[in-house]
């Protein structure tokens, strides 16, 4: 790449990461399995997440999305292994020892909203002792304050009041779902990660979950969604990050992704094109498998623009990672 144009590009990075709530560079998981196969869950992953910022994460099912979310929580299994740095507070995530984590950073600095909420969930407790529990520990809300803590909590991710006296296995998906978001909003973390968040909703509470993750942002925090919901994305999201294979593939603007230019990646352009409201048209072929991944561009095989050229990897140009990027439309 030229000079000129890697040392714009690092001036760019410079300037964001100075005012980033969430700074990550070089993460990389990759996960060791039996008989010697490694499996390429993530690689080289780089972006800044601001105050005042939603950070949409998408693309399709296994291409690291959650594997990034639980690097940035310390929750991956014991023969995960991850290199590179994701600075919040000054504290190195990836770097962090479990003490840390569970001390001062989930739940503190950082509110999960997870995709398997029944696992988060304590199942012998009821919803509103969770919620009071959390209340205590998060805010130092005083005891004669926790069950309105608790309610108010609920409220805000649309969990019904006549619930809240259930334990967790008396609650269907949804519900589940909806009060695991509300145990991530009632600490008032500076940053919120939230893991498929609309799983199991119908579009009203979609939308009404949407809008308040919205909220969440609009006072301040950052948000990370990762999501297979373009529609919820389109609703919220300030940035778009595309991932193919475990690499990052496309950063913009939300509203050039959606309503703009569109995107310039054709995995990118495919994605969106493939909802009902739009093309409706799937992407040809079936994503590679993270333990055989090709030298070059993984999207290669699916893509009808590929060449010679993408036998090797694309340097990320301008938010773009091809060789051939899709020409912005007017």
């Known amino acids: 790449m030229n000079t000129r144009v890697l040392r714009a590009l690092e001036a760019v990075t410079a300037e964001r ?3 980033a709530v969430l700074s990550v560079r070089g993460l990389t998981v990759r996960f060791r399995m039996r008989g010697g196969r490694q499996v390429a869950a993530v690689t080289d992953a780089d972006f800044d997440l601001a105050a005042g910022e939603c950070l949409a994460l998408v693309g399709e099912s296994g291409c690291g999305k959650s594997v990034l979310a639980s690097a940035l ?17 000054g504290i190195d995530l990836l770097a ?13 600095r950082v509110g999960l909203v997870p995709q398997s909420p029944a696992a988060h969930l304590t199942p012998v407790r009821t919803v509103r002792s969770q919620l009071e529990e959390s209340a205590r520990e998060l805010t130092g809300v005083p005891r004669r304050e926790r069950r309105a803590a608790a309610e108010a909590a ?23 779902q909806r009060a695991a978001t509300a145990l991530a909003l ?10 498929e968040p609309t799983t199991g909703l119908d579009r009203d509470l979609v ?4 809008d308040e993750l919205r909220r969440h942002v609009d006072e301040g925090r950052a948000l990370l969604l990762i999501t297979h919901d373009l529609v919820a994305a389109e609703r919220i999201a300030d940035r778009v990050v595309v991932m193919y294979a475990g690499r990052i593939v496309e950063t913009t603007a939300a509203h050039r992704f959606f309503a703009g230019q569109g995107p310039r990646h054709p995995y990118a352009r495919g994605l969106l094109n493939a909802l009902p409201d739009r093309e409706f048209v799937p992407i040809p072929g079936m994503p590679p498998e993270l333990t055989d991944l090709p030298q070059g561009c993984a999207f290669a095989p699916r893509c009808a623009r590929a060449t010679e050229a993408c036998d090797s990897l694309p340097e990320p140009l301008a938010g773009v990672a091809c060789h051939h990027p899709e020409v912005p439309r007017a």
């Open 154 to 176: 609920a409220a805000r991710a649309a969990f019904p009041a006549d619930h809240l006296d259930r334990y967790p296995h008396e609650l269907s998906g949804g519900l589940a």
């Open 73 to 89: 929580l310390g929750l991956l299994p014991g023969n995960a292994e991850t290199t590179g740095t994701a600075t919040l507070d």
């Open 96 to 108: 962090a020892d479990e003490r840390t984590l569970a001390r001062t950073v989930r739940g503190r």
């Open 186 to 195: 009632i600490g008032d973390a500076p940053l919120l990660l939230a893991d």
């Open 17 to 19: 990461a100075d005012g």
């Open 207 to 210: 939308e009404r979950t949407a």
